[in-house]
């Protein structure tokens, strides 16, 4: 919450690792605060499945360990900043 108020990012990359549950839900907590509700949120996992087995349908990004990863999370960045 304070790196959100000292450094106002324009967009925030979350990994949600396991566990999968209590890390998607520090994610609902960050995105609850006020200072983050106007930063758009680009979500990754290494394991969307187990991801979305624990907390149901995401867009999260998965990360798969290829050189397609890094320019589909650029691609994202960029979208979520409107680039």
């Known amino acids: 919450m304070e790196f959100i108020k000292r450094h ?3 967009v925030l990359l979350c990994d949600i690792s396991a566990p999968y549950a209590a890390n998607w839900d520090y994610l609902e907590v960050l995105r609850l605060i006020p200072e983050s509700g106007v930063v758009p949120f680009v979500v990754t996992t290494a394991n969307k499945r187990a991801l979305e087995k624990a907390v149901g349908s995401t867009d999260a990004i998965e990360i798969t360990g290829t ?3 890094f320019e589909v999370v650029t691609a994202a960045i960029a979208s ?3 680039i």
Do not use: Y
Request: glycine residues 12%.
């Open 80 to 82: 979520a900043h409107g």
């Open 8 to 10: 106002n990012p324009i």
């Open 67 to 69: 050189t397609e990863d």
